[in-house]
Nanobody, 121 residues
Framework: EVQLVESGGGLVETGGSLRLSCTTS????????MKWVRQAPGKRVEWVSF?????????YYTDSVKGRFTISRDNAKNTLYLQMNGLEVEDSAVYYC?????????????RGQGTQVTVSS
């Protein structure tokens, strides 16, 4: 059974930083591309970032987070990360790690339960 468990969310002020983690099990992590998506209240799911299975090949970000967020992975630990710096109020959302779907779209086959990120002004 595929399991994705996010952690690391919280409440921060504008300009602050958070590091999200996603621990995985139930599949061979090192052979799967991964992504982060987010959903704010009343809004559609938004694709945030993608990383290929190697961790150093294809890496993509949505325009609004470029230069502020960094996606990475540790295949030895079966864990995906999202380092978020320079957080803005507009980044407030539930963040999900996800598996499957097109690389730069919010579609997925599996996602975790999410971790809440709230940025205060």
């Amino acid at each position: 059974e595929v399991q994705l468990v996010e952690s690391g969310g919280g409440l921060v002020e504008t300009g602050g930083s958070l590091r999200l983690s996603c621990t995985t099990s139930g599949f061979t992590f090192s052979t799967h591309d991964m992504k982060w998506v987010r959903q704010a209240p009343g809004k559609r799911v938004e694709w945030v970032s993608f990383i290929d299975r190697s961790g150093y090949g294809r890496i993509y970000y949505t325009d609004s987070v470029k230069g502020r967020f960094t996606i990475s992975r540790d295949n030895a630990k079966n864990t995906l990360y999202l380092q978020m710096n320079g957080l803005e109020v507009e980044d407030s959302a539930v963040y999900y790690c996800a598996l499957g779907g097109d690389p730069v779209s919010p579609t997925y086959n599996y996602r975790g339960q999410g971790t809440q990120v709230t940025v205060s002004s």
